[in-house]
């Protein structure tokens, strides 16, 4: 009986293991579709109930996420957010974290997708200006013995704008021509071009108020005669956002070229990228004009002129030919005339 | 008969220099004056713009607040032009949707008695006698039954004060308030933005499958350098692009650790070297180069063949605007010294990818 009884335990162990494997190692999605950025427009006292998609997508391997409230600043002068995961950090001045409630943790399975509720509350006492945090999705990979884990995360940045008298104060930097690096981390802001045409134009902002500024403005290119070349009708196309605090650059390409692609889930993506505009070689002069201010908040105004030449190589050897002509058809001339006068001086004397 | 002294080729080439200089500070000097400074008309001070309700296409009141440009001007008319710019461009377009056609003129504080001369569907002029505005006056004009423009984002009132009573002509002040459109909430936009992202030793098929998400690099020497490799692909719509951070540590065992590069170094056996880069190599043989129709670039410090680092929080690949699919290969390379203390080295690598904003 007793063998009978370690032959059926046996056989129900196994039967169990081979059911639910011991750990997750290698069973685990790694892959997810989030909503990149959620705005809310609330007043002091309201809340909102939303949902945010997320999506496993991979087709054979269910998802499990940890969600967090985690803030964020700027990492840089571009718009990369440097999320604060340190769980001793201070709470940011313009967190939404105690206005936040969400799930802890989820679990989609492979292929599908799920709702995620989100609830913002504003305190009837909460004061006028811009809020933002990050909810970050980590990507549970389970336990391995392995030397090296990878795992996948992501996050939604949130933004929430409580309107009222705010204190709006941007302060103007730098503007000009723009040669950015590769990433557009960081760049050059350049008078001369030579090697290429300038195909962007930046500016700098820092943000001193309490409302997270997205400027908006029209940036005019004049050649050196006066007329108009190039009108950026937007400034400020992909309405970067200057967070609190922040020197920000924001950057137009002088000559814009969008390419739509298809994505593998049907929706467009349009793809930007900088063209050169065409410029002649000469000098150019730039006028900017942003106009920023909440709705209630008095608008203000920033402008700026820069100039930058652009003079391929060829154009300066030209303008050298031309001077050098110019120069030595002027200095045979006065040779000419000189000789001439010394003839007429030694005439004269005898 | 006396002659005449030979030129010294000194003497030449300084006249020549000092004549060209003087030609080419000419030119340049006109280039500099040809363009004309960029001025600004006077300005309606303290400009406020207050609207009952910003969703799109919605009716709205907006009310104007302001005093009159300094120095008591004489008004008779103001033009109130509804623009996707502010003055710098000479022309105005009217966003799309706004309707000012049926717009009333319901409230007037300051200075008053103005009525509606002519409206169309983005322009509205007012009229009155002419009189002598107070400059340190505020002055209040709110239009009832505007409907707002239907795109999301910013738009601008230019409004132009006239000595004359039909804004035609002695035009005394041009001045911008700054308007905006949000979205209401829980309407979806027309493209719902999405990023996708995933992470695994192999990617096939646009994320959907996958390989493992652990690898092993075997056991250590300080001879030979063991390497291995992970992938992950990025794709977006959303305009600002996104951005893939390093997150996680060097391998650690207790608390002992192979030190991480922390700048791009080449792999040199027998030093203490954890490190990755998104390149194909040759020293040692791993990786691939970036992959897809996407515009997602890689970031400086781990985009050269064979040098290799690892910092927590370096950002990895970006790209600037919308893009699809790019695929990356990441290589990791560990090289170890002669007197590692033994133990089993581990540790977590997690890339973070966030839309940009």
Known sequence: MKRFVRVVASFLIFSIAALFPLGTANAQSNALSITPRKNYNLKAGESVNDTISVINLNKTEDLVIKLTIVDFKAQDESGTPALIKDPNAPTTAWSIKPFTTLPQQLSIAAGKSTQVPITVKIPSDQGAGSYYSAIQYAVVTGTGKDQVTIAASSATLVFVNVPGVAREQLKFEQFGAFVPNKGDTNGTFDGIYIAHQPQVMAYRLTNQGNIAEVPQGAIVIKDMFGKTVKTIEDANPKKQIVLLGQTRRIESCINPQTQKTEGQSGAEVDEVVCKDPGLKPGRYTASLRLLYGSNGNETREITAVASFWYLPWWSIIAFVAIVALIVG?????????????????????? | MKSRPAHSIITQAGRFLVVSIFVISG???????????????????HRILQMTTQLEGATSDYTFRFKY???NPLIGSLRFDFCTTPYVTETCDAPAGIDTSA???????????????????????????????????????????????????QFAVRVETYQSTDATTLMNSQSDFAGSIVIAINVNAEVPPFLDFCVAEIIADYCQTSGSNFFDYGDFSDTTTRFSQTQFQVATNARNGYVVVLEGNTLTSSNHLIDALDVPTASAEGSSQFGINLRANSTPAIGQDETGVGIGSINTDYDTPDLFKFAKGDVLASATTGSNYNLFTVSYIVNVPPDLPAGIYNTTVTYVCTGAF
Do not use: C, W
Request: proline fraction near 4%; hydrophobic fraction near 40%; charge should be positive.
């Open chain 2, 69 to 71: 440009q300094t120095g």
């Open chain 2, 27 to 45: 030119l340049a000097t006109s280039f500099v004056h040809l363009t004309p400074a960029f001025a600004d008309a006077p300005k309606l001070q």
């Open chain 2, 103 to 153: 717009a009333t003129l319901t409230t007037q504080v300051g200075e008053t008695g103005f009525t509606i001369l002519s409206q169309t569907a983005s322009e509205i002029i007012i009229t009155r006698p002419v009189l002598q505005a107070d400059s340190s006056r505020d002055i209040t004009y709110t239009f009832s039954g505007i409907v707002n423009p239907t795109a999301v984002g």
């Open chain 1, 329 to 350: 058809v002027v200095y045979f001339l006065v040779r000419k005339i000189r000789d001439m006068r010394d003839v007429r001086g030694r005439r004269g004397r005898r």
